[in-house]
């Protein structure tokens, strides 16, 4: 028996992976063993992948770690350096001890994670970052790095720098297939994860797809097959990924994003069809996968009556504008837990999903100056409405008020932001316009403010 995996303490006493367990008991007495559990281990790596689809479309499991293709995908979580620290938060809070690398291929990834110092390798480097890294990094057999080192072959770049014909008939074609897929010389394709009861529709192609226009045909089938899918299911897609498997064994992805539930056929496959020049199908594409990420229950809903002019439904406008833009490009305003209007509101990407934070009663203006601009008004103590005000040098004669609606600084404020006042009128003056007033403080403490008005919006 040999050790299948050594945690950092077993290898600070000098245990490592294929030790025999005799050998490594009579090093530690009292050694704690555990049986391995290959099969556990390799459906504990499948959910992981399916959790990191969260992060880029093409995800699968590898015999120790995992792939994430991050080509599109990085810019959505502010770069590439963010979406490692991201990752590596997360699986840290959940008591999993990792360490990633971005490259440009699958294997300079998977060497750089586990024998590289640099996380993020820039394109057109791979060759530099991987010369000084051992063999063993190439995802060899410990046979081949054995036999490499008795030859006297300790790094990548020694190998790379010898005639392959004598290494091919002394190793195999498997020594030299690594090294090209880790620099590049050769594709290496990621089966992508699919998690389970996820909807999808695939269809497979007996000659292989090499136009936009064949993709765009294709695209209204998926839809219609995965939208019925949904409806049997009573869900709406919010996240659709779109693979495109070519015959090179690589995966194409696109991916678009719904601001609410939806399971409408020629809806979605609008938006994936507008991203169909995206896609390179190289020597052509043998099968389109479709599949609904995130999708969220639906159920049918009353529409109006056959008489009555239907509504319009924004949520079509704002899903094209942010998958043709970019989501951060789009944005909508999202209520935020305060009550000072300033800090009220915030803004969020489109298709951010809802807070649930509700909206105050009381009316607010469409408009909101920053900062409030000062005005001189007119108005009895303690709590009547003003009789008219100045602003920018025009006099305005209040016709109608409707207040006041006092609004208290948050307790978790320093003290002067905390002891704010203000209290807030609705006014209309007489050519009909209407302003949002204030009045800094309560007219009775001092330290809530210093009686003076602002306007803060305009209705």
Same mark, same amino acid.
């Given at each position: ?32 063993? &555990? ?73 300079? &990834?998977?060497?750089? &994670? ?152 020629h809806h979605l496959g609008r938006l994936l069809a507008e991203q169909i020049e995206r896609i390179d199908p190289g020597l ?76 105050p009663d009381w009316p607010r203006p469409t408009r909101l100056l920053t900062p409030p601009q000062p005005v001189d008004a007119v108005a009895l103590m303690p709590d ?76």
């Open positions: 028996m040999t050790i299948a995996a050594a945690d950092a303490a077993a290898q600070a006493l000098g245990l490592h992976t294929g030790m025999a367990l005799a050998h490594a008991q009579a090093m530690v007495p009292g050694l704690v063993v &555990a049986d391995a559990d290959p099969a556990g281990d390799a459906d504990a790596l499948t959910r992981l992948a399916a959790w990191c689809l969260r992060l880029s479309p093409l995800t699968a499991p590898d015999t120790d770690g995992l792939w994430i293709d991050a080509t599109g995908c990085t810019h959505l979580h502010a770069g590439e350096s963010a979406m490692l620290d991201t990752l590596l938060a997360r699986l840290a809070q959940d008591g999993i001890a990792a360490t990633a690398a971005i490259a440009d291929t699958p294997g300079a &990834a998977h060497a750089l &994670a586990r024998y590289g110092r640099a996380r993020i390798i820039s394109p057109g480097k791979t060759a530099a970052a991987l010369a000084p890294l051992p063999v063993a990094a190439l995802r060899l057999d410990a046979d081949s790095v054995a036999g490499l080192r008795r030859l006297g072959f300790e790094t990548i770049a020694q190998l790379d720098a010898t005639p392959r014909a004598p290494l091919t008939r002394r190793f195999g074609a498997a020594v030299l297939w690594r090294l090209d897929q880790a620099l590049g010389r050769v594709e290496e394709p990621i089966t992508p994860t699919i998690p389970p009861d996820t909807p999808n529709a695939r269809a497979a192609f007996a000659e292989p797809l090499l136009t936009a226009e064949a993709f765009a045909t294709v695209i209204p089938h998926l839809a219609q097959r995965l939208c019925a899918d949904m409806e049997r299911s009573g869900r709406g897609a919010r996240r659709l990924d779109l693979l495109f498997e070519r015959v090179d064994g690589t995966v194409q992805a696109l991916r678009i994003a719904a601001a609410r539930a939806t399971r409408d056929p052509g594409v043998e099968a389109m996968h479709l599949v609904a990420l995130l999708a969220e229950p639906l159920a049918y809903t009353q529409t109006a009556a056959l008489t009555a002019a239907p509504e319009p439904d924004l949520a079509i406008l704002v899903d094209r504008l942010a998958n043709r833009l970019g989501p951060g490009r789009v944005w909508r305003a999202t209520a935020v837990e305060s009550d000072v209007p300033e800090r009220s509101v915030r803004r969020v990407a489109a298709l951010t999903p809802p807070t649930g934070r509700g909206w009547h409405p003003p009789a008219a005000f100045t602003w920018r040098h025009h006099r305005h004669r209040v016709r109608r008020a409707d207040g006041p609606e006092r609004i208290t600084g948050e307790w978790w404020r320093r003290n002067p932001e905390r002891m704010a006042v203000r209290d807030y009128w609705q006014v209309e003056d007489e050519t009909g316009r209407r302003f949002w007033l204030y009045r800094r403080g309560d007219g009775v403490d001092p330290a809530t403010g210093d009686l003076r008005w602002f306007l803060h919006g305009v209705f």
